[in-house]
């Protein structure tokens, strides 16, 4: 198998650190290849409805084991009496930086030890040398730079030049490739000031070192030609959306080519068996980008719940609003779901609203770094766009009222997803009984 991160395994019924059952996990390396003993223990549950859930970004299966636990235990008292559940947690490589929080996860080691500020902590170290294994030299001195910070153009040049490559960027070609975000081909100094201003804005500029800066000012440090210290908090949030770029493109090969054929053949061999696809972050990339394998006239995926998807809120258009010749990534996939796609947003997400436009916007767009442009909007930001007569509720009407019975449908649950520090803000606040409610009335499952 190909990278595979923190030493990834499988559970079968109620597993140790899982308090329902049966459970079991289907693991998958970065090319989508299935470890077949788990995907043989999928096979053997005696379920009727079977929940699989994709985790977003982490760096070992401990930490997708506790969001599997604490997100899946109330649904043992939310369906009905005809529904028997199985649990099924989708692993696969990623990783988190320890300084993005999430809400609750007290174990030791679920954040960075304070203090680091721009340098790399150990836990994010290990975690890099995981996600890029083979590669501890660039990553070595990477850490070297973030630690030292030198006030130097050229610096910043080989820290911008080392990202590239790490992300698989060809320097040479970037500014002539459309299909290559501008953080990756504009100027590496302007790219960090971008970068700093907007952790800045998503209220990290002391603690990530980038400096205290006004949102839409220079703040110190930030004025053309000096101060060149200053930009390390947004070097540091360089490689970090470097890693973003290497999962969003990974999450959607595990889709596409592991997780959407691993549910094909389950369900040829249980057809009477239903399954509801849930993914955070990246992880909803993974279960939507599954879809391509769902073969015409299929009704085995009986719902789709997105938790704060990091894809584009364009992915199901038919066509997209700035180029009407072309369709979203994931066009009419929703109509493969015997049920609804269920997109939870949050303005409370920091990830989603301040760092992926930046990110996602390409090389070449007119509208430069700084410009606003709705086309690099993310779905687990505002929800499911240009998809006609998809509707947008509350999450407290669709708790009330329940959600369509199929097509894409968009929830605001910034009441309950509105916890987390910077940089991220509340990307990963999504361990509540309201959005398992969500999920049991997308998928016909309540009592």
């Known amino acids: 198998m190909a990278d595979v991160v923190g030493g990834f395994g499988f559970r079968t019924g109620s597993a140790a650190g899982i308090g329902v059952g049966p459970y079991a996990e289907l693991t998958f390396d970065s090319e989508g290849d299935v470890d077949r003993a788990t995907q043989g223990a999928v096979a053997r549950m005696e379920a009727t409805d079977v929940l699989v859930f994709a985790h977003g970004w982490n760096s070992d299966r401990s930490t997708a084991v506790r969001l599997y636990d604490r997100f899946f235990a109330p649904f043992p008292a939310l369906v009905g009496p005809g529904v028997r559940l199985g649990y099924v947690g989708v692993v696969w490589p990623s990783m988190r930086f320890s300084d993005e929080p999430i809400p609750d996860f007290e174990a030791a080691g679920a954040l960075a030890e304070p203090g680091h500020g721009c340098a790399l902590d150990p836990l994010t170290r290990q975690a890099l040398e995981g996600f890029w294994p083979g590669r501890r030299a660039e990553l070595d001195r990477l850490a070297e730079l973030l630690a030292e910070q030198p006030e130097s153009a050229a610096a910043f040049i080989e820290f911008g030049a080392l990202v590239r490559e790490l992300a698989g960027v060809d320097a040479v070609h970037a500014v002539a490739a459309p299909a290559i975000p501008a953080i990756f081909t504009d100027d590496v100094l302007e790219v960090c000031r971008v970068l700093s201003r907007a952790l800045a804005r998503a209220g990290a500029g002391a603690a990530s070192g980038s400096g205290a800066v006004p949102a839409g000012g220079e703040g110190p440090g930030l004025t053309a030609g000096a101060g060149l210290g200053g930009l390390w908090g947004g070097a540091k949030e360089l490689l970090r959306q470097a890693t973003y770029y290497k999962m969003k493109k990974r999450a959607g090969v595990v889709g596409e080519r592991g997780l959407g054929p691993v549910l094909a053949e389950l369900a040829a061999g249980r057809p009477a068996m239903r399954f509801h696809l849930i993914g955070h972050s990246f992880g909803a990339r993974v279960v939507s980008f599954s879809l391509r394998a769902v073969p015409d006239g299929a009704r085995y995926v009986r719902s789709v719940t997105l938790l ?140």
């Open 308 to 447: 704060q998807g990091a894809f584009s809120h364009y992915a199901f258009a038919d066509r997209l609003p700035h180029d009407k010749g072309r369709g979203g990534a994931l066009r009419g996939l929703h109509r493969k779901v015997d049920g609804p796609v269920v997109a939870c947003h949050s303005p409370h997400d920091s990830a989603l609203k301040v760092f992926y436009p930046l990110a996602s916007r390409m090389a070449g767009d007119s509208a430069g770094l700084l410009g606003f442009d709705e086309r690099w909007g993310a779905i687990g930001h505002d929800g499911v766009q240009a998809v006609p007569g998809a509707p947008r509720l509350s999450l407290d009407t669709a708790l009330r009222e329940g959600v369509p019975a199929a097509g894409c449908v968009s929830v605001d649950a910034g009441s309950v997803v509105r916890r987390g520090g910077a940089p991220s803000g509340a990307h990963s606040d999504i361990c509540h009984e309201e959005l398992a409610r969500v999920v049991v009335a997308a998928g016909r499952m309540g009592r």
